[in-house]
């Protein structure tokens, strides 16, 4: 409950403030909020529910929160080179930022399904604004096509919650009915949920967005808005049962996703571009948590995990952009321009391909366990199958930062202290983790889904 | 002392990341502690689990952080560091960080063989296949590159389906955890035995490896470091039949009963066709692969021959093998240090001028073909008595197998020592006594005293067998 008005309040604040007082100001306003609802989440606990229950901060909302938070308070603790290079630096940015997470924190606590339609609102509508706000063709371009695009997703997934009203008559994700009213309100209802959490078929936004949008938007895009889709879409799925047919249209859509987007990556040949291909499969993998008995701690550790590595990847690229992205050629012998990006982009990078000691390892782990624990064993073998083609296109971009001679023109780039020391931070805490995953995995260890 | 015994190599090998100048005397020290800690195991190696750890790692999901040394941990646990130390003693001009990954690699070895938690040998097999990617990308040839995606991409295509695997192995029968006795009480049986097993034999058939999954081995070798450093570490990390000897057979009994014949087929195959091919390779490093190659293809057929006999001699040989193979390409190093390449024909006539350092190489090939009194010898015939009870006629092949590899070696030697005298180059000297003198003394005690290691490996074999059920 806490960190949720703190969010709310720290956006208030930044708008207001913003009109008024430099943008350096705002900038550290909204970090300091950021921090304070994260050390609010983590230590007062806090749980509980208002408006009737129809908002519910349980554990699990707690901890997509988290995951929510974490993710903008990294995109914003590394940001700042880049939002001087591409004069994005303005007060609406951060407070943007603000509203953003607000959003992911309603969406991630309620059981009910206009009021997730609500958070989805509240998180996206300063995303589309974002994405837009570099001000040149490819950010407008991103910006538009994510507004239009979204707008259609977020339509569709109305029409889905009225057609389970009229089926069940309530707005409960666990409201289970019957007839071609129930299937065809559940299946536009996923259809919405999927859009969001970039599952193939619904992921053809992900790529253009990801790439267009400037890179620290795109890095707290990746990350926290797949928390709060996620943790939606999975109370959504458990509610609806994944015995029927909720189950089978997520198996399909887990295999489709994995096979696309891993095979999307390798065809890629500009990093953003190929992070963006790479995250639509990790979609996938998050989505394998909802077939065993209890998804909740998988898709958490999942989730936080792949918000760090993940994000220390976009963070690194944030340092490279220069605002038109960043292609191969850039990468190129990153370890000889700076070893401390090059060391913190390999952590990022062995984390996502899930090679142990590092935390992207248990992640997936998790998440196999509880599709195993579910029954499926094809599913999981499947997965793991195209997770090789993954290691192969975070090798070919590993290969090209660390063993192939820099590009000509190879300006050293300055990394400013505090994101040097948020990269080396997180960094640090993907290798723990990787090596104590028991140190966290309490934290994530919450009960049910579904009220 | 197990916990510092594995994870001391780490310690230094990341001490030396930061300051490169310590890494050689840093590790010679780390794996010198690692050594005799070893030691202490292997001399106190009944039949049990000696120094048995079992930590909680993620207690709510099964996973325990637990090791332990039976005779075959133990034998590997003195084997691993004192290869790495003997590496670290004949290279003389290798980078310092290039030391440290090899360190870091060096716990993740001991942790395979060591570790009695699925998920744990699991974590331990794929972590060590960071620092070696890196030793070849960072530190390789020029077509590195290549290489390493080829090898990498080998390895984890085994191994992402063994993780499947080893969920299934657990959920599938109900076992309570990962640890390895947990799934012996609770194993599975039926079609899912029979598809976990392949999976399992795809991984380690990769990493041992068996025709026609070899193909990363001959580039893997040839790209990397020179001095032959990697090159050592790769030949540990061939740990392919230890996988099959202590995870996939005992868990899958049925199923390896189903695959046995095409696999002793396999192993016999490539015992024969590697001998061959090496025969004709022209460049140190290619012709030390295939080399190794038939030597692991006769471990192979050892291990799935099924019996005590054949598991030993396997598990005594791939000890073995590490100690002379890799003085071998250690001493291909020195090669390229005197003559600046890797090919066969320069050294001619080396016999006459560095006596010393021909000598050395004489008794390290003479080890490879299995000379009786000296290391080699004992693993390939257990090996091949193994197989001679489960199957003659494969016995047959893998005998051709040990005369092909006195043809090539003999060849080689004859081609490369004696001859005409080409380039005067410097004799065996200095620190490199150590390291001649230290492998000797190793091949020839293991020759004439095999009992140090074959007596606790037995031990290790007969429970081996014991859950195959019957047997020799």
């Known amino acids: ?451 | 002392m197990i916990h510092v015994l594995i994870f001391l190599p780490a310690l230094a090998g990341l001490v030396a990341l930061v300051y490169p100048r310590w890494a050689q005397s840093l590790g010679l020290l780390a794996t010198a502690v690692s050594t005799v800690l070893g030691f202490g195991l292997l001399l106190g190696a009944g039949s049990g689990v000696a120094a048995y750890a079992e930590i909680p790692l993620l207690k709510d999901a099964g996973v325990y952080y637990a090791v332990g040394a039976d005779g075959v941990g133990a034998v590997f646990a003195v084997v691993i560091p004192l290869v790495v130390f003997m590496a670290l003693l004949a290279v003389r001009e290798a980078p310092g960080r290039m030391i440290g990954l090899a360190l870091l690699m060096t716990t993740g070895l001991l942790g395979i063989f060591l570790s009695l938690d699925l998920v744990l040998f699991y974590v331990f097999y794929e972590a060590t296949l960071i620092p070696s990617l890196l030793l070849l990308g960072v530190y390789g040839g020029r077509d590195r590159v290549r290489a390493l995606m080829k090898f990498a991409l080998f390895t984890l295509s085994g191994s992402l389906l063994m993780l499947a695997a080893i969920l299934a192995a657990r959920f599938v029968g109900g076992a309570e955890s990962f640890l390895l006795r947990d799934l012996l009480a609770a194993r599975i049986g039926g079609a899912a035995a029979l598809w976990a097993f392949a999976a399992f034999a795809l991984a380690f058939a990769i990493k041992t490896p068996i025709f026609p999954l070899h193909v990363w081995l001959p580039d893997f070798h040839a790209q990397n470091h020179p001095s032959g450093l990697a090159d050592v570490m790769g030949t540990l990390y061939k740990v392919g039949v230890f996988g099959f000897f202590r995870w996939a057979i005992p868990l899958f009994p049925d199923a390896f009963q189903a695959f046995q014949p095409y696999l002793l087929f396999l192993a016999a195959f490539t015992a024969l066709w590697a001998a061959w091919i090496a025969y004709a390779q022209n460049d140190w490093k290619r012709m030390l692969a295939y080399g190794a190659l038939s030597h692991m293809g006769v471990a192979a057929l050892g291990v799935f021959s099924g019996t005590q006999i054949g598991a030993a001699g396997a598990l005594f040989l791939l000890a073995a093998s590490a100690i002379y193979t890799g003085g071998l390409f250690l001493f291909a190093g020195w090669m390229h240090a005197r003559f600046g390449s890797l090919e066969l024909g320069p050294t001619s006539g080396l016999a006459r001028h560095a006596p010393a350092l021909a000598a050395f190489g004489l008794i390290l090939f003479l080890a490879m073909v299995g000379l009786p009194g000296l290391a080699g010898f004992p693993g390939e015939f257990l090996s091949l008595l193994g197989i001679w009870q489960a199957s003659p006629w494969l016995a047959l092949l893998g005998f051709l197998a040990v005369i092909a590899a006195a043809a090539y070696v003999l060849g080689a030697y004859q081609r490369l020592f004696h001859g005409p005298p080409g380039k005067i180059v410097a004799e065996l000297g200095g620190p490199e006594w150590g390291f001649a003198v230290l492998a000797t003394v190793v091949i020839v005690v293991l020759g004439v005293y095999p009992a140090l290691f074959s007596t606790p490996i037995s031990e290790a074999a007969k429970a081996f067998v014991s859950v195959l059920g019957g047997g020799q």
Request: hydrophobic share 60%; charged share 10%.
């Open chain 1, 1 to 451: 409950m806490i960190p949720t008005a703190i969010l709310f309040l720290t956006g208030l604040l930044a708008t207001l403030l913003g009109v008024e007082a430099p943008v350096r100001w705002v900038r550290w306003v909204v970090r300091a909020g950021l921090a304070l609802a994260l050390g609010a989440a983590l230590f007062f606990g806090a749980e509980g529910q208002a408006f009737g229950g129809l908002f519910l901060y349980d554990g699990f909302a707690r901890v997509a929160g988290v995951v929510g938070i974490v993710a903008g308070l990294f995109a914003s603790l590394v940001g700042a080179r880049y939002l001087e290079r591409t004069g994005m630096e303005r007060f609406e940015y951060h407070a943007l930022l603000a509203y953003s997470v607000f959003g992911v924190q309603v969406m991630a606590a309620s059981a009910n399904l206009v009021v997730i339609l609500i958070g989805l609102e509240i998180l996206s509508l300063p995303l589309y604004a974002l994405a837009a706000l570099r001000y040149d063709a490819k950010s407008e371009e991103a910006g538009l096509k994510y507004f239009l695009l979204g707008a259609v997703a977020s339509a569709v997934m109305l029409y889905g919650i009225v057609l389970l009203y009229g089926a069940t008559g309530s707005f409960a994700v666990s409201a289970v009915g019957q007839g071609p009213l129930y299937l065809a309100g559940l299946l536009l209802v996923l259809a919405g949920l999927f859009f969001k959490a970039s599952l193939v078929p619904f992921h053809w936004w992900a790529p253009d967005v990801y790439q267009g949008a400037p890179t620290p938007v795109t890095l707290y895009m990746a990350t926290g808005v797949k928390a709060a889709a996620f943790a939606a879409l999975a109370r959504v799925v458990v509610g609806a049962g994944v015995g029927g047919l909720a189950g089978a249209v997520v198996a399909l859509v887990v295999v489709l996703t994995v096979f696309y987007g891993n095979l999307g990556a390798l065809a890629q040949s500009e990093a953003k571009r190929l992070l963006a291909y790479s995250s639509v499969a990790h979609a996938g993998y998050i989505a394998l948590a909802v077939f065993g008995p209890n998804p909740a701690p998988a898709m958490g550790f999942y989730l936080f995990v792949y918000a760090l590595s993940t994000g220390l990847a976009f963070a690194v690229l944030s340092q490279l952009d220069e605002g038109e992205g960043v292609p191969f050629a850039g990468v190129k012998g990153l370890i000889k321009k700076s070893p401390m990006l090059a060391g913190v982009l390999a952590i990022a990078l062995f984390s996502l391909a899930g090679m142990p000691p590092f935390a992207g390892f248990w992640g997936k782990y998790l998440v196999f366990v509880e599709a195993a624990r579910g029954g499926q064993y094809t599913l999981v073998a499947f997965a793991l199958l195209t997770a090789v083609v993954a290691a192969y296109y975070y090798m070919k971009l590993l290969a090209l930062a660390f063993f192939a001679s820099a590009g000509e023109g190879g300006k050293t780039p300055e990394v400013p202290a505090l994101a040097a020391v948020t990269m080396g931070l997180v960094g640090f805490l993907v290798l723990a983790l990787g090596v104590f995953p028991g140190l966290v995995y309490g934290f994530f260890n919450v009960g049910n889904l579904v009220p």
